[in-house]
C-alpha cells in the first residue's frame, strides 16, 4: 500500500506491505428569475402539512414551515447528570466503525410475481464485496430465500448508473450480471442461471417479460464502429432461445420498455442531447406487430419530463410527468383523455439517474380501481374513480425506490425508512397502514439519545429566491454546552446536483452531531423534491446558485443565533466537492474550513474527460464549452485559488479515473505555499468514490480532526494525528 504524507516542509512516501493500520499511516483513508414566474414566498406544498390538520407530532422530525415552533439549542435536562463540556468535544457511541458497520442495502424495486404473488428484491450484500443477490419473500409463509449465488452481480451499467437489474414471471428469474453484461435464466431459487444473450459488447437494463411474444424488452448499450461513445435502441429478447430483435433505434438515450397487460402495445421513453431526462423527453406507444421487431406508431406523448409509465390489467397507460411544474401521476382514459391523479404541489418519483423505479403500483384485484403512490414523503391511496387520495401512516417518512402490490390487493411492498432506522423493504397493509419488516434491516447499535433527526428548513438566498435544508441540531445524552455557547456547523453539498438531500438516518451526520456539531444538509437550487421551476433554476448557473444556497444556509443559521459564526465549514464529496470549493473561494466567504473527497476543481478537465451520459449533464449545467468556456474558467476553484483563504483538507483516491489525484494535489500545494493550514490524504487503491472500511473510517476520523484543530477544540475520544501544514504559524497569527 502507497500513500503520501505531507508536512510544511517535506514530501514522505511511505510504503505498507499490509492494510492493517500502522501509527504513520495517515493517507487515512447570472440567470434572472424566468418572467412571469414569482418565486413563491412560501415552501411548495409539500411542507404545508399544517393546512391539511397535521401536527408537527403527526409528523416527527419535520418543521412545518410557517408553524410557531420555537428553536432553542439544548441545554441539560433537569436531573439529567450530562457533563459540561464544550460543542465539538464530546465523547460519542457512534464511532466511525460504528459509522462503517456492514448493512446490506435495497438497491432495486420490490416486484412481485404475477403468478406466484413472491415478493423479489435485489440487495448489496456488504459482506460480499457489496455483490447484489436476488431474494424472495413468501407472504403466506414469511419465508425468505435467496436466489442468485455468489458467482453472479445482479447489475448492470446502462446510462452508466444502471438499474432494472432483473425482472420475474412464474418463478422465473431474469437477470443482468454485472461480469459479464448478460442476461441469465434461472428457473426457480434452487436452479443454475444459463446465459441467454451472447453479445460480449452489450449491456442489458429495465427488462419486462412479455408472455405473449415470450420475450423480454430491454434498453440495450452497445459499441458500435461508427461511434467511440454507446449507442442504445430496445430489443426483444427471446426467453427461451436468447435471439435478439431491434425494436427502436435511432435516438439518444431510451427507458422503460412496457408491454401492454394483452401483449399487443409497447410503451418506451426516448430523448437527446443536450437534454437530460428530468429535462425533457418523449414518450411513444407502438402496436406490436410481430416478433420481427415491425411496431407501428399509435400515440405519442410530449409533457416535459416523463417517466415510469405502465399499464394497469384493463390495458389503461399511466405515467408520470411535469407539465403542471411538478411530477404528477396521470392515467389516460380509453377516449384518451389524461386524468391527474396527484393534482398537489409535491412530487411523484425522482430525477431517472437510475432505470427501473417506479413510484407507483395500480392494484391488480379486479374491481379494485386504486393505486398506491410515493408522492412527496408521503405513502398515498388514490381512488382511480372517486379522484381521492388519503395518506397512509406508517411511521415512516421516507419512501424510496419503488412501490408494489400484493396479488390479493390488501398489501403493498416499498423501500421506508427515517431519522432513527436504516431504509428496508417493508410490507405495508393498505387499509390500515401497519407495517412489518421483510427484508433484514441492520439495526442501529445507537441510543436515541445519541441520535439527531432532521427538520426541514427554508432561508432566503440570492435573487429574491429561498432555498431548503435539513437541519440536524447536536445531540449527545451524556453531555450539555456551556450557557450562551453556540455549536460548530458543517454544511453538507449533497450529489448530483440534480438529486436531492434526505431526512433518512444517515450515521455519518451523527458522527458530527452526536459530537456537538450542527449539520446543515442544503437542498440548493437545482435540486428535485421542489418542482419543476426549482429543479431547472442551476442550468446553466452551477457553480452560482447552489454555491450562493449553501453560504445563504450558513448565513440563516447565524443571523438565528443557532450555530457560531468562527466555526462555519463546509463538505463535499465529486461534483458536490465543486460546490464545497468554489463555496471556500468566493471573496469573503462565511465557511472558516473545508473539505474535498475527490473534488472536482476544473470542470472544463471533467467535461472533456467525461463520458456520453455526464459530458451532455455538464454542459447542461454550465454551457455548451465551445460557447461558453469563459464560464469554465471563472468558475473554477483551480484557476481561482488565488481568493482560497480558508483552511482546507483534501482527500483523494490514487487510483481516480474521473478526477486526476493532479487535481488535490495542485489545490493542496497551492493552499500550503499561503501559509493556510492544509492537508492532503491520498489513498493508495482507491478510485473514484471510497470503498473500503478502512479508507471511509480513517477520512472521516481526519476530517473530523482537522475540523477540530482548526477550531482549537480538544475532541474527547479521538486523537488528532493528521500533519496539517501551516497550522501553528497560522495559529500563532490569527
Known sequence: MTGYLFSSTVIVLITVSSLQPTESMIFIPTLPTPEGQEVPATPPGRFVLNMQGVTEEDSPGVLTIGTEVPWRLAGPAEGSGSSEAPYGTWRSPVTSSVVMTPRDVVVEPPQVDPVTGYVLWCAELSLEGKKNAVFHFNPETRETVRWTSQVHDVRNTVHEQGGGAFTIYNDTLFFSDGHDGAVYRQEGPGGVPRRLTTSSNRKYADGAYCPQLNGLFYVVEYLSSSSKDPEYGIVMVDADTGAEVVFVSHANFFASPRISQDGQHLIWLQWNYPRMPWDDNKMFVGEIKNKKGNIAITKFFQHGSM??????????????????GWWNL??????????????????????????????????????????????????????????????????????????????????????????????????????????????????VQVDAGYLSTARLIQFPTSQGDFAYGYLYMPKNSDYHAPAGSKPPLLVKVHKGPTRAASSVLNMQYQFFTSRGFAVLDVDYRGSTGYGKLYRNKLNEMWGVYDVADVLAGARHLVEEDLVDADMLCIDGVSTAAYTTLSALTIPETLFKAGASFYGVSDPEMLVKNAS???????????????????????????????????????????????????????????????????????????????TRPDTCMKALEAEYCFFAQVFNLTPADLTCDVMIDNLDTWRAES
Open 330 to 443: 396521470y392515467r389516460v382514459t380509453r377516449r384518451g383523455f389524461e386524468v391527474n391523479l396527484t393534482p398537489e404541489s409535491q412530487e411523484v418519483g425522482w430525477p431517472m439517474w437510475k432505470l427501473g423505479r417506479k413510484a407507483y403500483a395500480v392494484n391488480p384485484r379486479v374491481g379494485s380501481n386504486e393505486a398506491v403512490v410515493i408522492c412527496g414523503n408521503d405513502l398515498t391511496v388514490v381512488d382511480l374513480l372517486k379522484e381521492k387520495r388519503r395518506i397512509i401512516k406508517t411511521g415512516y417518512t421516507s419512501y424510496s425506490q419503488g412501490v408494489a402490490y400484493s396479488l390479493d390487493g390488501s398489501k403493498v411492498y416499498v423501500v421506508a425508512g427515517d431519522g432513527v432506522r436504516y431504509p428496508g423493504l417493508v410490507e405495508v397493509v393498505v387499509e390500515t397502514g401497519e407495517t412489518r419488516e421483510v427484508s433484514p434491516v441492520s439495526q
Open 612 to 690: 456520453k451520459v455526464k459530458r451532455n449533464y455538464v454542459e447542461t449545467l454550465l454551457g455548451n464549452l465551445d460557447k461558453h468556456k469563459d464560464r469554465y474558467v471563472t468558475r473554477s476553484s483551480l484557476r481561482n485559488h488565488e481568493t482560497l483563504e480558508v483552511p482546507t483538507i483534501f482527500f483523494h483516491g490514487t487510483d481516480d479515473e474521473v478526477v486526476p489525484p493532479s487535481q488535490a494535489r495542485e489545490m493542496y500545494e497551492m493552499v500550503r505555499n499561503k501559509s493556510i493550514p492544509t492537508a492532503l490524504l491520498l489513498f493508495q487503491g482507491e478510485g473514484h468514490g471510497f
Open 307 to 324: 417517466m415510469m409509465p405502465s399499464f394497469d390489467q384493463n390495458n389503461e397507460l399511466f405515467y408520470v410527468h411535469d407539465s403542471t
